[in-house]
């Protein structure tokens, strides 16, 4: 069974620009969960899609955004960036959501803005 | 606010040694407690999860527990390996899926 997949796996980009990352689910999956990690911040929650609705939100600015398509795949967009943004952002798949099924994690895509 | 700590911060075994990492939360209300590794430049991979319910799960060589009324837990390791070596990191499952992670514990050892 193929893991999670995230692209791409890394991005360089400028202040003020936009980019969309992308995570595929573990087959079967229909929870979506992203992650923003940091070395000063560590491991911070973005938010959760299941069955295409937000379902939980974290503590961001409005220029992160996320969706989730019918087939499970996920893409969040980041706006404006700022220097603040490079990060590794990781995606997790779930089969339900609240259930105590583990997540599975993605590699991540490695994000530097320059 | 939900805060996660871990100790220690760093580890440094030599191979064969049985250890314990410890993790601690503020708010008791939790769906589960999840224990992950992450080498450099991976994702992470998924070791315990412990529903609120429980007392403590095992896996292989690994043993996590869990005292939701005291806001902890811990991983036990045993007969630690240099393929152990990694940052473990302990989150708790608040609402949905969304989990709040500690800062993690870098593991070597030392062969």
């Known amino acids: 069974k193929a893991g999670v997949t ?19 689910p573990i087959s079967g999956h229909r929870s979506v969960s992203w992650y923003q990690q940091t070395p000063g911040q560590g491991l911070q929650f973005l938010f959760e899609y ?3 609705t937000q379902r939980n939100k974290g503590n961001f600015p409005g220029r992160f955004s996320g969706r989730q398509f019918s087939n499970s795949r996920s893409e969040m967009n980041v706006s404006t960036l700022e220097l603040g943004d490079s990060a590794l952002y990781l995606c997790a798949s779930s ?4 259930n105590n099924q ?7 895509t490695r994000l530097s803005i320059l | ?6 100790i220690p911060a760093a580890l440094s075994v030599p191979e064969g040694e049985n250890l314990v990492l410890n993790c ?5 209300a939790i769906y589960n407690l999840q224990w992950f ?6 994702g992470l991979t998924s070791l315990l999860l412990i529903q609120s319910s429980q007392r403590e799960q095992t896996s292989g060589r690994l043993n996590a527990s869990l005292d939701k009324s005291s806001g902890r837990s811990t991983l ?36």
């Open chain 2, 76 to 111: 036990y390791i045993a007969a630690s390996q240099p393929g152990d070596s990694a940052t473990y990191l302990c989150a708790v499952n608040e609402y949905g899926n969304k989990l709040v992670f500690g800062a993690g514990t870098i593991l070597r050892v030392k062969s």
């Open chain 1, 6 to 24: 995230q692209t791409p796996r890394y991005l360089i980009k400028t202040r003020g620009q936009q980019v969309t990352l992308s995570c595929s």
């Open chain 1, 95 to 98: 089969y339900g959501t609240g």
């Open chain 2, 24 to 28: 601690s939360f503020t708010d008791s």
């Open chain 1, 102 to 108: 583990p997540q599975h994690f993605g590699d991540g």
């Open chain 2, 37 to 42: 590794r992450q080498d450099p430049g991976k």
């Open chain 1, 50 to 52: 299941f069955s295409e």
């Open chain 2, 1 to 6: 606010k939900q805060e996660v700590t871990q």
